[in-house]
């Protein structure tokens, strides 16, 4: 079956490629790093947990996702319980962390399950596929080298340091993009659902089973826009397609 031509925006980390459980791995182990180093103070790996997110969360609103954000996340937080517990700063220690929180760019790229099968069948259909990704230059084209994504979007990439309404409205207007046909598929309710439906777009929302506190805004309705919420990625194209169905009997009726 033939649909009209859709233009579909899709995420890279945590929607085509896993991201979040490679920075949940150096965490724990960071977790145990700081409970060993302050062992006579008693130190939680909740109380631990809590400051780094905050210091993390606070530090993507101010640089973006500037690869050495994270390490320095790691650091500030080893050095906010120094201060509080009296405990001499290491430099050795801050290395080690630097080291660590480094580490999660060079982990080996898994894609999401499904990928090329759902981006075959977008393709297959007929609709023109972008990708549309936060970060820097170097680290998401390793990615998408690796994954052989050009493929399926060509020279439509667009890497940016800060995912937002702004950043997303100048793609859309650099392509002439017709809004009533444009998608975004995404994890981030954030940095790709909120811009979406914030520009007159539609957007199909990953929902992932353990969610990035710095993801979670509430959104704002918009009557141009549909939302739909999914849990595997295999399904964007049957959303995508029935909205087009629906749509298309709203006007036959209409």
Known sequence: MSYPKQHILFDLDDTLVHCNKYFDLILNHFFDLLQEWFATHNLTKNTIREKQIEIDVAGVHQVGFASEHFPQSLIDTYQFFSEQFGRRLDFREEQELRSLGRSVYEQ????????????????????????????????????????????????????????????????????????????????????????????????????????????????????????????????????????????QQKRTLG
């Open 108 to 247: 080996e790229i898994e894609p999401y399950p499904g990928m090329v099968e759902t981006l075959n069948s977008l393709q297959k259909a007929g609709h023109s596929l972008h990708l549309y990704t936060g970060g820097e230059q170097i680290i998401q084209e390793r990615k998408i080298e690796q994954m052989k994504l050009a493929t399926y979007f060509n020279e439509r990439i667009y890497i940016r340091q800060h995912k937002n309404v702004e950043a997303l409205e100048e793609i859309i207007q650099m392509n002439g993009l017709d809004r009533s046909i444009t998608w975004m598929i995404g994890n981030s309710l954030r940095t790709d659902v909120s811009p979406a439906l914030a520009a007159g777009i539609h957007a199909v929302y990953l929902k992932q089973p353990k969610e990035w506190i710095y993801n979670m805004v509430e959104l704002q309705k918009n009557v141009n826009s549909v939302m739909y919420t999914i849990q595997k990625l295999t399904e964007v194209p049957r959303v995508i397609h029935e909205s087009i169905q629906l749509h």
